[in-house]
């Protein structure tokens, strides 16, 4: 078992594979990614991140001269040499390798990582769910683009990490809730759970379509609409979701108690049916 990347047309480890200095993607975070979860071997959703890539890559008029047939291969290709069964396929494309400038030019070819590596097991978090804090949306916006350009993402939930909390639910200057600086909201109340929609510049997460699916099967109400803060605050339950956090209870929002102070049945369900 080992991670496993293709670069460019190479396989190699992480650690072995290199790219030019001036990588866009490294010069300017001008690249484009996803995550995808493997299930026993099995990528989750493959084909809604793959097309969700190509929605985030026409977001930045980046072409990509590969079909998400071509790049379904290669994801599986990377997932079966690393003989990983449970794992993070990372993708990203940068908008190539060129001379530090602002502005590009069309005929630059992108660069394509796909890797594998050990997903994370985050059920005990699930079973005791965590602590968030609550931090202002600085991002821009145009937050449907999956960007590798991440920087208020990573102070957001840098910020959070600090204080012991697991993620920064973002909210906008008038109160309205975003999303996590790596996750999707949702917010239970009398039975009812309502998530931002999409219109509230947020990505739309693959997870939170999955969600909004299961619970229409469950017979569960779901709204997507508007969340302020102090709604949350006010919540039955608050759960999180994303490829790797799958459903992620919430707890406490800072020191305030979120419910009855443990993970809700709403969310539990959730995870529950989540990959069924
Ligand atoms: N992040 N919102 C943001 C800002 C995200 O970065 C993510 C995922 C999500 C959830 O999307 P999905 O359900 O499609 O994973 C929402 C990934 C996992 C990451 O950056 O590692």
Not at 16 to 39: C, H, K, L, P, W
Not at 101 to 109: A, L, V
Not at 124 to 131: I, S
Request: hydrophobic fraction near 40%; charge should be negative; glycine fraction near 8%.
């Amino acid at each position: 078992m080992c991670n496993v990347v293709y670069f460019n047309g190479k396989f190699s480890k992480f650690s072995e594979a290199m790219t030019n200095i001036e990588d866009r993607g490294y010069q300017f975070g001008d690249g484009i990614y996803e995550v995808i979860r493997s299930y026993g071997g099995v990528p989750f959703k493959l084909r809604e991140h793959l097309e969700r890539l190509e929605r985030s890559a026409e977001g930045i008029r980046m072409y990509l001269p590969w079909s998400i047939e071509g790049l379904e291969k290669i994801c599986m290709e990377v997932l079966n040499r690393s003989k990983l069964s449970d794992a993070d396929i990372y993708i990203q494309v940068t908008r190539g390798t060129a001379p530090r400038n602002h502005t590009y030019s069309e005929d630059i070819k992108p660069n394509l990582i796909i890797g594998a590596k050990k997903a994370k097991d985050l059920s005990e978090k699930r079973e005791h769910g965590v602590k968030i804090i609550l931090a202002p949306d600085v991002r821009w916006k145009k937050c449907w683009i999956k960007s590798t350009n991440l920087l208020p993402n990573i102070m957001a939930k840098q910020q959070a990490k600090e204080v012991g909390a697991f993620e920064a639910v973002q909210y906008e200057e008038d109160g309205t809730v975003t999303e996590g600086g790596s996750s999707n909201v949702f917010a239970v109340f009398n039975g009812t759970i309502v998530t931002p929609s999409l219109k509230h510049n947020i990505l739309p997460g693959i997870t939170r379509a999955v969600i909004i699916e299961k619970a229409a099967e469950e017979g569960i109400n779901l709204e997507e609409g508007a969340l302020n803060v102090e709604q949350l605050q006010e919540a039955d339950e608050i759960f999180l979701t994303s490829t790797t956090m799958e459903v992620m209870p919430v707890v406490r929002i800072e020191e305030k108690v979120v419910g009855k102070g443990k993970p809700g049945e709403i969310a539990r369900k959730m995870q529950e049916v989540l990959l069924k």
